[in-house]
């Protein structure tokens, strides 16, 4: 079974094993957004889907720490 495959309480709980303190929560609040708009058929606009997708950026950066990582690609991006 593929992580997208998964409704966001399967994917909680198999997180609540996983996670460290206080990232559970973290991504349970992210996914709450996006459950309003896939599943509740709420339409966003472009600056809220922007912010959403930078939430889960830093969501990654502080669940991974990966933050020169994730600006690394970010520099070679723009240069290329």
């Given at each position: ?67 020169g ?12």
């Amino acid at each position: 079974l593929e992580i997208t495959d998964l409704t966001t309480s399967e994917l909680l709980r198999k997180l609540a094993r996983a996670a460290a303190p206080g990232e559970h929560e973290l991504v349970e609040a992210w996914l709450a957004q996006c459950d309003i708009v896939k599943y509740g058929g709420v339409r966003t606009s472009a600056a809220e889907a922007k912010r959403t997708l930078d939430d889960a950026r830093a969501l990654v950066v502080t669940t991974t720490g990966v933050a020169g990582a994730a600006g690394a690609a970010g520099a070679a991006k723009e240069a290329a």
